[in-house]
């Protein structure tokens, strides 16, 4: 692992507990199982860093067969996946099916960070999307495929550059510049995310995520 890349994976773990703030992560409710779903991480496109937290629940996660050493479940609880991963490499991770998916943090090279927040506001629940705020390199284009009905948030949707797609039922799809924040309301959960690559179009990151 080159300098800058290790570098870049510390300041990731630096975020670890940073959100756009709209308000707290969904607890987990249940009774515990074993960890039969799958958090699968895919790129068709260059490298990228991420990591996918989870609701402080019943059981550690795990890493899947795909996963290398590169790759870490970290937290107190060991409750959100730190991991890398490059053009054609694919992760895998396992959960309880009684958590749940709490935000999702991105980053491509050093075009800076995306983070997704699966949040309940006003009793309503949501999802946003925050890029961090370094001016020096463009927005992403994102699409979040989410369980459910999907609504245009109050404050945090920008008609024109932000989209639901067939009707309410989605994906959401927007772009995000630096220092900007979509969201939307939802009745369901994030069950795949797709970053665009900045210099690819069509290419980028996917994240699947158990629904």
Do not use: C
């Amino acid at each position: 692992m080159s300098e800058k890349e290790l570098g870049r994976r510390r300041f990731l773990r630096s975020t670890a507990t940073a959100g756009v703030g709209i308000a707290g992560g969904i607890a987990a409710t249940g009774t515990a199982t074993a960890n039969t779903d799958e958090i699968r991480v895919y790129s068709n496109s260059n490298y990228w860093e991420y990591q996918v937290h989870t609701a402080t629940g019943y059981d550690d996660l795990e890493k899947g067969g795909q996963a290398n050493r590169d790759d870490d479940i970290l937290g107190v609880g060991k409750d959100f996946v730190d991991g890398q991963v490059s053009d054609g490499g694919v992760d895998n991770y396992w959960m309880d099916s009684d958590d749940s998916i709490t935000q999702i943090n991105v980053t491509y090279n050093d075009y800076g960070w995306l983070t997704i927040d699966v949040t309940t506001a006003n009793l309503k629940a949501a999802v946003s999307v925050e890029r961090d705020g370094n001016p020096d390199w463009p927005g992403y284009d994102y699409t979040i495929d989410i369980s459910g009905q999907v609504q245009p948030h109050d404050e945090y949707f920008d008609p024109g550059q932000d989209e639901i797609q067939n009707g309410d039922a989605g994906p959401f799809v927007g772009t995000v510049d630096p220092g900007d924040i979509d969201a939307v309301w939802r009745t369901g959960v994030p069950t795949r995310v797709f970053i665009e690559d900045p210099n690819s179009p069509g290419l980028g990151l996917t994240i699947s995520l158990p629904d």
